[in-house]
């Protein structure tokens, strides 16, 4: 079966980083996607990966590693908007996205 | 960028009425559209696909006679909850594919349906 792992809650503090990884075990692979979902509202586009490798884009960073079936959003000088759910989705063989059940974030100050 | 709208926010129904939710692709031609439900403190649940000009596929669990989905055009889809019940009440999202992209999928804002 298709299975993605992320963990469920995760805590932070104001200006530190934080990884949240995601594992997969999905039918075929045609990438890898972070969203950001507040709560209340629709998941907003963060990342793409397809490729092995670091994607940075600000203070938010993708990693990916195919072999591994393995990803992680890096979160760098957190903000207190940053409390929001992150999904893990991969996008499968038929070009479907399976989602992971997503990590809620919660920033202290 | 690629915006996709749904209407209406939220809707309070009684059981046993039908509502209908549109998701529409403001900016661009969407040949794919994706339906989610999403309960509380729960990940995104796909329950169907809809392309354009042909019937919606749906997955497994969700009934098509309950659920009804229409896509009758490059930027728009409907989703139809009929005769809804209490345990319909969720948070529908829809979401638009642009085939020329990078099989991104844009969010619409999503629907607040409460079956009262």
């Known amino acids: 079966g298709q299975n993605i792992d992320q963990p469920t809650e995760m805590t932070a503090t104001e200006g530190a980083i934080v990884q949240i990884n995601c594992t997969y075990q999905?039918?075929?692979?045609?990438?890898l996607f972070w969203y950001q979902q507040h709560a209340g509202e629709a998941p907003t586009f963060l990342s793409y990966?397809?490729l092995d490798g670091l994607e940075e884009k600000g203070r938010f960073s993708s990693f990916l590693s195919r072999s591994k079936g393995y990803s992680y959003l890096l979160l760098k000088e957190l903000q207190m908007k940053d409390s929001a759910s992150y999904l893990c989705?991969?996008?499968?063989?038929?070009?479907?996205?399976?989602w992971g059940a997503g990590t809620k974030l919660i920033i202290k100050p | 960028g690629a915006v996709v709208s749904q209407h209406p926010s939220r809707v309070i129904c009684k059981s046993g009425t039908s509502v209908k939710i549109e998701c529409r692709s403001l900016?661009?031609?969407?040949?794919?559209m994706f339906w989610y439900r999403q309960f509380p403190k729960q990940s995104l649940m796909l329950m169907a696909t809809?392309?354009?000009?042909?019937?919606?596929?749906?997955e497994q669990g969700v009934e098509k006679d309950k659920f009804l989905i229409n896509h009758a055009s490059l930027t728009l889809s409907t989703l139809t909850v009929t005769s809804a019940h209490p345990e319909d009440s969720s948070f529908y999202i829809c979401?638009?594919?642009?085939?020329?992209?990078?099989?991104?999928?844009?969010f619409g804002p999503g629907t607040r349906l409460t079956v009262t």
């Open positions: 979401s638009a594919r642009q085939l020329a992209d990078s099989y991104e999928q844009y």
């Open positions: 989705a991969v996008l499968d063989s038929n070009y479907q996205l399976i």
């Open positions: 999905t039918s075929g692979f045609n990438g």
């Open positions: 900016d661009f031609q969407a040949t794919t």
């Open positions: 809809s392309n354009e000009g042909s019937k919606a596929t749906y």
């Open positions: 990966n397809v």
